[in-house]
């Protein structure tokens, strides 16, 4: 199991929120993070 540091993990909270509202498909395929992980991050 990967273990991600808490500066990425709010680094892509940070582009899923307002302002930027970015998709989570979007993000995944640019960061190579799985949507399930990137889910997960998101609650």
């Known amino acids: ?3 991600y540091s808490d500066e ?3 680094k ?3 582009r899923m929120i307002p ?3 970015e998709p989570v498909s ?3 395929r640019d960061s190579g993070l ?3 992980t ?3 991050w998101q609650k």
Request: hydrophobic share 40%.
């Open 1 to 3: 199991m990967a273990r």
């Open 8 to 10: 990425l993990k709010q």
């Open 12 to 14: 892509m909270q940070l």
């Open 19 to 21: 302002p930027n509202n």
């Open 26 to 28: 979007q993000i995944a």
């Open 34 to 36: 799985s949507e399930g």
């Open 38 to 40: 990137l889910y997960k």
